[in-house]
């Protein structure tokens, strides 16, 4: 089996590894790293439950390998969450009962994270239109869609504070 | 006493929910875990001739091989739901013969799932193919090929119910409605896939399972049948479920992981990956329904006559449901005298059959909201006014049923009217209008239903002419701690619908603490959570026996408290009451016990209980709605047990070009009793209304003719994104149950039920100018574009 030796940055702290060269990042980051946040709904790219940032940007961690990620910076839900409680998108998913039986959220507030940082005002039909690559089994996307316009708001209201 | 139950409390469980901090199946790591895969027939049709596994074994990293033949010798067959006229052996894999695409022969144990994977194609079968079974009229015929030769037909259950004077009816009737439907099979596809993981302790000759399956009483029963070992020696854990829905079951899995278990000596793990998910676990029926209503001049229905075919596809395992369920709520809504309902269960070599987010009601409801509708059409009348004339009133429930069910409470009426108010019925009529004149198709489209909560088992007697399982029932569990906190157990293990804040909410009323004050458990572990045959999450059933069996236990230890205070401070019982962590004495402020302190005194200072009273502050208690009965003499029964309902309009625009259906609005009224918990009981609403509205625009899996799956992926099988479904517009009305301890009632289920009526009915609206039909779903861009340009296929 090919082994790739990779250097990246993982929710703010360095990582050196040596990968089997068709290991997924979602693996990688779930079997090798313990990062069982992120969640595998379809391995194909299409449900979004994988998704986290790379570089800032979203991603499908199934349809990325991790030996491609040398030099990347990659956050997860893990990474998302401060030390000692939620975030303000967490916060708000809670307070508008955004998640059912959780599955989708990790990869939702990436996606979030994502659109905040791009658009600290979205409509709700951008809001829509972010999360379109996200499937949620569970809420019918009416709450999520809410929570991410609470969060929006509380995010324009406060000075300084991440989403 | 009410302080929680009714609060719009947010999710205790979100805490970490939220932060990646769930265990879901997969995160769960046993030491020394091996993964599992599965080889699976390309045929939906053929003999296994010859397999050989021998150089999967070899391959590095593989520890256990385990072919159909030796799951056979090692395991008894999967006892099925409803006894056949001839035993079906039906193990864990596939022995001579394959029966639809997917199909598991032989799965391997190995360090990865990747090796395993690797190993699956060091496997050989020869297969010879059989003529496939697809359509399921088809598979009725006498000449049709045969899924189980030694049964002599495809047909697993035939029969035909009659009740009140049907023909008298059809002969009187001003007129007679024939149409018939199709429903396509579609699931809900919880976003976790469906999985196990076994151990097996060689020392005990006992399993443990880690597994997401959502109902484990009767999961246990079967694993313990085809192991051939005692209950008490098995193990069931569900850890946080990512959704459920009804699909996640399929004991064979169980068993295949405990027979690789055992060969390899070490904790195996399986679960599908998204492929299995949508090909091989579990569809909705497919089917037809061919549709009479007879009717007066007014539009009063006076009878109705159904022939229903459910293709279940291999389905042994819980054949007959969908057949049952559509039985027991046939008329809907309606007070419809006469019914006959003919009944064909079909086996066809399609993936299994099963339960799906509102079992069978969302096609008796599109049957018969479609027809009301057409019905509506031909007599030139609204088909709202046509519903309010021939709905069960208020004042007449509760309401029985021709085919026995009873309806409790609600005001189907009051429902439809608030809905109609809510979607402002008449200024979008008006704006309806001005669209045609402009050339546009917009759509409105009613659909209302009954939701039913709670499945009693005895209504399989009416196929097997026996009683086996009856009822319905839940068990539950609560503890005061020895430091005065709370923790409660239930047998039904949650899938998303918050039982830990919702539970947490009965109980700290029950208690007088906070539900901050109460730890729920995750979810089910058969070594400690109180459990019956019966428990499960399935049936919508959370409201009717769950709800009973926590206040059951929560007021068994709440008496306690209460004979342990009045003991210690000399007063009566009577006087004693729970508030703010408090046993109080009525009337004198000031005087009182910590329940902490009380704890102390039931685990510690048992000295200082009452005389007779036993130590320690728990409460077990199990809960059987009071409303189910054996069946009737007359073959009535009352097969689901308390009665929500929901009204939904839908506004939908085709555009003329690309057939594309947009949903511009869906407002949904309806009624569960009182809502224990608002916030939870609209995301529900929100969630099932959306997974209708997928099987009416989207969801299909298609089979070719030689009973290949066409739509195995999410980009075939397409799911609805937020960018295709709008803001459900929810409201509400609060008629309670008599029936149930707090008056709520099932709320799981409802949108899926009416949503693709409503959308199909809102559809031919919008093309009334064309005279189409619709008598089966998705309705996709292409069946509505190929409409649009020959609306003669469709009249």
């Known amino acids: 089996m090919n082994e790739v030796a990779v250097r990246l940055r993982v929710n703010g702290r360095d990582v050196r590894a040596s990968v089997a060269a068709r290991r997924s990042l979602a693996d990688f980051l779930r079997d090798d790293l313990g990062l069982t946040g992120t969640h595998v709904g379809c391995e194909h790219g299409v449900c979004g439950a994988c998704t986290v940032l790379v570089d800032g940007r979203t991603v499908r961690s199934c349809l990325l390998l991790a030996a491609q990620l040398e030099g990347a910076e990659v956050t997860t839900v893990e990474g998302l969450t401060p030390a000692g409680g939620l975030s303000v998108l967490q916060a708000a998913f809670q307070e508008c009962h955004a998640l059912q039986c959780g599955f989708c959220t990790a990869g939702m507030l990436a ?5 905040l940082a791009e658009n600290p005002a979205p409509t709700r039909a951008d809001i829509r239109d972010a999360i379109a690559g996200n499937l949620c089994m569970c809420t019918g996307y009416v709450n999520i869609v809410r929570a991410i316009e609470l969060a929006a708001r509380r995010l324009r209201e406060s000075t300084a504070g991440r989403p | 006493m009410s302080r929680w139950v009714g609060a719009p409390l947010p999710r205790k469980e979100d805490a970490r929910l939220t932060t990646g901090r769930g265990l879901y199946l997969d995160d769960v790591a046993r030491a020394g875990q091996l993964h599992a895969a599965m080889l699976r027939s390309p045929h939906a049709h053929a003999r296994v001739v010859a397999l050989d596994a021998s150089a ?44 639809y695409a997917g199909e598991p022969v032989a799965a391997v144990a190995a360090v990865d799932r990747a090796t395993a994977e690797d190993a699956l194609e060091r496997i050989r ?27 002599g037909t495809n047909v697993l259950w035939h029969d035909v119910f009659a009740y009140g004077d049907v023909e008298g009816a059809f002969a009187g009737a001003d ?72 699909n996640k079951r399929r004991p064979a899995y169980l068993l295949v992981c405990a027979l690789l278990a055992r060969r390899a000596g070490r904790p195996v793990k399986y679960l599908e990956d ?49 057949n049952l369920i559509k039985l027991g709520n046939i008329v809907n809504g309606y007070r419809i005298g006469a019914v006959a309902y003919e009944a064909y269960s079909v086996l066809t070599t399609k993936c299994p059959s099963g339960a799906n987010r509102g079992i069978g009601k969302p096609f008796m409801c599109f049957a018969v909201e479609r027809a009301m509708a057409l019905l509506a059409r031909r007599l030139a009348m609204d088909p709202a006014e046509l519903r309010l004339r021939n709905y069960v009133r208020a004042e007449e429930m509760p309401y029985t049923t021709p085919p026995g069910a009873q309806y409790d409470s609600g005001d189907y009426p009051a429902t439809l009217r608030r809905a109609l108010e809510r979607f402002d019925y008449a200024g979008w009529r008006a704006a309806q209008a001005r669209a045609r004149a402009e050339g546009r198709l917009l759509g409105i489209g009613i659909a209302t239903s009954v939701e039913p909560a709670g499945t009693n088992l005895a209504s399989y007697e009416l196929i097997t002419g026996r009683r086996a399982a009856s009822g319905s029932a839940e068990a539950a569990m609560v503890r005061v701690e020895p430091d005065g906190r709370v923790r409660a157990a239930l047998g039904d293990p949650a899938s998303g619908q918050g039982y830990e804040t919702v539970v947490a909410q009965i109980v700290a009323d029950e208690l007088g603490l906070t539900p901050a004050d109460v730890d729920v458990e995750r979810g089910f572990d058969s070594s400690t959570t109180p459990w019956l045959y019966l428990s499960g999450n399935y049936s919508n059933k959370f409201s ?21 205070a009045a003991h210690r401070l000399e007063v009566s019982v009577d006087d004693v009451e729970l508030a703010e962590a408090e046993a109080r004495v009525r009337g004198v402020p000031g005087r009182g016990l910590a329940i902490r302190e009380l704890a102390r005194t039931a685990y510690a200072d048992v000295l200082g209980l009452p005389p007779g009273e036993p130590p320690g502050l728990e409460a077990r208690h199990a809960h059987q ?36 259906v947009r949903l511009l609005r869906h407002v949904v009224v309806h009624d569960c009793g009182r809502e224990l918990n608002p916030l939870i009981v609209e995301g529900m609403v929100h969630g099932s209304t959306v997974h209708g509205l997928g099987a009416a625009l989207l969801e299909e899996f298609r089979y070719d003719e030689s009973g290949q799956l066409l739509t195995a992926t999410f980009m075939d099988y397409l799911k609805p994104t937020a960018l295709d479904v709008p803001d459900i517009e929810v409201d509400r009305l609060e008629h309670p149950s008599p029936f149930t301890p707090l008056g709520a009632k099932g709320v799981g289920e409802g949108g899926s039920i009416p949503a693709p009526a409503a959308v199909a009915n809102a559809v031919e609206d919008a093309l009334a100018e064309l005279g189409v039909t619709v008598r089966s779903l998705p309705l996709t861009p292409e069946r509505v574009w190929r409409w649009l340009q020959n609306p003669e296929e469709a009249r």
């Open chain 2, 125 to 151: 079968v020869e297969y010879e193919p059989l003529p496939p079974v697809v359509d399921p009229e088809a598979a009725l015929r006498p000449d049709s090929p045969l899924l189980y030769s030694e049964l």
């Open chain 2, 625 to 660: 709605n009071p409303l189910a009965r054996p069946v009737g003499a007359d073959r009535t029964v009352r097969s689901q047990l308390v009665f929500s309902n929901a009204a939904h309009c839908c506004l939908v625009e085709i555009d003329r070009r690309t057939g594309a």
């Open chain 2, 274 to 322: 998204r492929l299995e998910n949508l090909g091989a676990l579990m569809h909705a029926c497919n089917g037809v329904m061919d549709v009479e209503l007879a009717y007066r001049a007014d539009g009063t229905v006076v009878a109705l006559r159904v022939r229903d075919v459910a293709d279940e596809g291999k389905n042994l395992v819980s054949p007959t449901q969908h």
């Open chain 2, 544 to 564: 009717v026996t769950d709800v009973g069996a926590v206040l059951g236990a929560a007021r068994a230890v709440r008496d306690k408290l209460r004979r342990i």
């Open chain 2, 175 to 246: 007129g007679v409605l024939r149409e018939r439907f199709a429903i396509q099979r579609y699931a809900s596809t919880p976003l976790e896939t469906f999985g196990a993981i076994a151990e097996y302790d060689a020392g005990l000759d006992a399993y443990t399972f880690w597994t997401n399956d959502q109902r484990p009483g009767l999961t246990l029963a079967i694993l313990a049948e085809s192991l051939g070992i005692p209950q008490a020696r098995l193990r069931l854990v569900t850890p946080d479920v990512g959704g459920a829905f009804g």
């Open chain 2, 56 to 99: 999967a074994t070899r391959l590095p990293g593989v520890h256990a091989v385990l072919t159909g033949a030796e799951a056979a010798a090692a395991s008894r067959p999967i006892r099925p739901l409803i006894p056949t006229p001839v035993p079906l052996p039906d193990w864990c894999l596939a022995v001579d013969r394959v029966r």
């Open chain 1, 111 to 115: 996606t979030a994270h994502e659109l």
